[in-house]
């Protein structure tokens, strides 16, 4: 079975830092790749998604992820960081076939300092 | 917000209770998906309905179970409830047109506690 690993639990950063949020999956086959966040009393929201094509993919609120197939990655980036990005970032994995289920990680908590 | 209700937001059973919970899809989706989230853990895929028939199960046993209305609206249904399926449980919905660019929508959760 496919699984996602989220190395990163808890990352502390300050204001205006670069962010980096690791992913990888256990997959062999083609994969739809997600980012989803979860702002503190929100629902879960899309940040982006990869199905094709590019593999730099940019999302909302100046988030970009790329995927890096040999390293069976997805890793999240943006450049500089500001307090409204704390919050909880959930990768997640659908295998291309059939139907759209979800394979999400343990999620990373993200505090940005001001 | 994403168009994506569930009711109630907030429920206390008791070991060995049933529970129904409900979800409302965004218009114009066809397809509904079911997650349990355990505290300080991702979303787990419980099963997924496209056009009423069952598209999709994880490794959840029997006693869940779901229903999707003409409507496209939603039920998930847990017998025999167990201390183990306190959670958030989450609906989502998304347009499924086959293999394809799709994006699923979340719903706010229904936060179940059993005593």
């Known amino acids: 079975a496919q699984s996602v690993s989220q190395h990163n639990h808890h990352v502390i950063l300050s204001e205006a830092a670069s962010l980096e949020l690791g992913c990888n999956y256990s997959y062999g086959g083609t994969v739809n790749l997600f980012w989803y966040v979860q702002y503190p009393g929100q629902h879960l929201q899309l940040l982006l998604k990869?199905?094709?094509?590019?593999?730099l993919v940019k999302g909302i609120k100046g988030f970009e992820a790329e995927f890096i197939k040999s390293k069976f990655s997805f890793n999240l980036r943006k450049p500089s960081v500001q307090w409204s990005d704390t919050a909880e970032y959930f990768c997640a994995v659908n295998p291309n076939f059939g139907n759209e289920k979800l394979t999400f990680g343990t999620g990373t908590r993200l505090t940005i300092i001001p | 917000e994403t168009g994506v209700t569930q009711s109630p937001t907030h429920l206390i059973k008791t070991r060995g209770q049933q529970v129904t919970l409900r979800c409302s899809s965004q218009?114009?989706?066809?397809?509904v998906s079911w997650y349990q989230q355990a505290l300080g853990q991702g979303p787990q895929f419980i099963f997924q309905y496209y056009r009423e028939e069952e598209n999709g199960r994880g490794n959840f046993p029997p006693r869940f179970s779901g229903l999707q209305f003409p409507n496209y609206s939603s039920e998930l249904n847990v017998n025999a409830l167990e201390l183990d399926d306190s959670a958030l449980y989450l609906c989502?919905?998304?347009?499924?047109?086959?293999?394809?660019?799709?994006?699923?929508?979340f719903g706010p959760g229904t936060r179940l506690t059993v005593t």
């Open positions: 218009s114009g989706h066809n397809t």
């Open positions: 989502a919905s998304s347009r499924w047109a086959g293999q394809g660019n799709y994006e699923q929508y």
């Open positions: 990869y199905f094709s094509g590019d593999p």
